[in-house]
Nanobody, 116 residues
Framework: QVQLVESGGGLVQPGGSLRLSCAASGFTFRWYGMSWYRQAPGKERNFVATISTGGRTNYADSVKGRFTISRDNAKNTVYLQMSSLKPEDTAVYYC??????????WGQGTQVTVSS
């Protein structure tokens, strides 16, 4: 059974930091590109960051220089280190695993709230 379980969300003040984790099971993690997406209330789900099987990374312009995605294939886990958080970063953050052309999985999401 495939599972992607996010953790690490919570309430943080503007300027603060959080590290999200996504633990994967039920598939061969190292074969999959891993990404983070987020969805704010009333808005569509948007791309945040991605890391390839080889470790190449890419980020949405809105988070470049503030967020860092990484993966640990030995632990079947992908991370999102978030710093200099802003209120507009408030959203549910989702983990996404993909192996084109047809295999992909979503996690259940973790809430991040940036507020004073």
């Amino acid at each position: 059974q495939v599972q992607l379980v996010e953790s690490g969300g919570g309430l943080v003040q503007p300027g603060g930091s959080l590290r999200l984790s996504c633990a994967a099971s039920g598939f061969t993690f190292r074969w999959y590109g891993m990404s983070w997406y987020r969805q704010a209330p009333g808005k569509e789900r948007n791309f945040v960051a991605t890391i390839s099987t080889g470790g190449r990374t890419n980020y949405a312009d809105s988070v470049k220089g503030r967020f860092t995605i990484s993966r640990d294939n030995a632990k079947n886990t992908v991370y999102l280190q978030m710093s200099s958080l802003k209120p507009e970063d408030t959203a549910v953050y989702y983990c996404y695993a993909s192996m084109p052309p047809s295999a992909d999985y979503w996690g259940q999401g973790t809430q991040v709230t940036v507020s004073s």
